[in-house]
């Protein structure tokens, strides 16, 4: 900026290069994405496990935070049974990695036999002929995106999501996901405030409940304190809304499953404490049928209850074995 406090050509032109580096990061994220999205599944499968091998391999962050969860979450394994289940996992979100470009951008008519069937659709049946709205758990279980797909078979749900803190990835993020007529709402109050409304008109909302909040309060999962979002609960208390669960989760063929089934009655309690700890009983139930086709990559626990340690912390690389 020179005296004038006008930009100097030079301030300007840098600002010119970095637009041009955001549109250029943009443009190949979509491109990639397009290439991927049109690989055979089983091809982009095989591609994931070879991901998660990797990971393993070469002990990356991902491998350290699953070793982490593991050691945090199933205490009674053996050194062996963990390891094993360590990279069943990478392997499994490593395949959740490279199928999501299809799940987002492949045509219905392609995600609909990606799905081999769904179990226990009676639980949403009914939760949605209540007509006080329903709210949907999905835990990262298998791969979560391919929801949107099989739900907009059904009808319209509403879903909440964290945007990317990546500019780029914001825009592509909404566009795909609402591509099927679902409705994306982000984690503000504009957003909060349009969940309220659909489940007061009947309609169905669909939330992750296992991301770390901004603010929450502490609960139990797998008997350890994990920061837990009340928003579930003071919906569910608000509205009278019904809740279910479901996962989708990858059978031995490479295709899916969208497995329903029905939560911890907690989560109606008045006392948001006793709702909260449903919510992960709920979660935990899901994740104790298969566990390797969770998420433990995610730092579940890196917000600490006052005092206590922290859990992720990488600085030797081998410091779990």
């Known amino acids: 900026m020179n005296r004038d406090g006008q930009l100097s050509p030079c301030s300007s032109e840098l600002n010119v290069l970095r637009e041009r580096c955001k549109y250029m990061r943009g443009w190949f994220s979509h491109f990639l994405l397009l290439v ?7 091809v982009s499968q095989l591609l994931g496990r070879i991901v998660g091998h990797l990971s393993y391999l070469f002990r990356t962050r991902a491998y350290q935070v699953t070793v982490a969860n593991l050691l945090l979450c199933f205490p009674e394994l053996s050194d062996e049974e963990r390891m094993k289940l360590v990279k069943k996992s990478l392997q499994s979100t490593g395949q959740t990695l490279m199928e999501t470009p299809a799940a987002w951008l492949a045509g219905s008519s392609v995600l ?3 799905i081999a069937g769904v179990s226990s659709s009676e639980l949403l049946d009914e939760a949605i002929d209540g007509g006080n709205g329903t709210i ?7 791969n979560w995106e391919l929801f949107n797909a099989y739900f907009a078979t059904r009808g319209k749900m509403t879903a909440l999501y964290q945007p990317p803190r990546k500019p780029h990835l914001q825009k592509i993020m909404k566009r ?6 679902n409705e994306l709402v982000a984690t503000n109050v504009k957003g909060i405030a349009r969940l309220y409304r659909v489940l007061k008109n009947g309609g169905v909302v669909t939330i992750l409940p296992d991301q770390v909040p901004a603010r ?9 304190a994990a920061l837990t979002d ?7 208390l608000k509205t009278r809304a019904r809740v279910v669960a479901a996962c989708v989760i990858r059978l031995d063929d490479g295709r899916f499953e969208i497995k329903f089934s029905s939560v911890d009655e907690g989560i109606y309690s008045k006392d948001i404490e006793l709702s909260v700890r449903a919510i992960n009983a709920t979660v935990e139930n899901c994740v104790k049928e298969i566990p390797a086709q969770y998420q433990w990559e995610y730092k579940r626990f890196k917000v600490r209850p006052s005092g206590e340690k922290r859990v992720y912390r990488f600085n030797k690389p081998d410091a779990f074995h």
């Open 36 to 42: 991927l999205a049109r690989l055979p599944r089983r």
């Open 112 to 114: 609909e036999k990606w």
């Open 136 to 142: 949907v758990l999905l835990p990262h279980m298998g």
């Open 176 to 181: 795909v996901r609402s591509r099927f007529g």
């Open 216 to 224: 929450g309060l502490y609960a139990p999962f797998f008997g350890n």
């Open 230 to 236: 009340q928003l579930i609960s003071r919906l569910a």
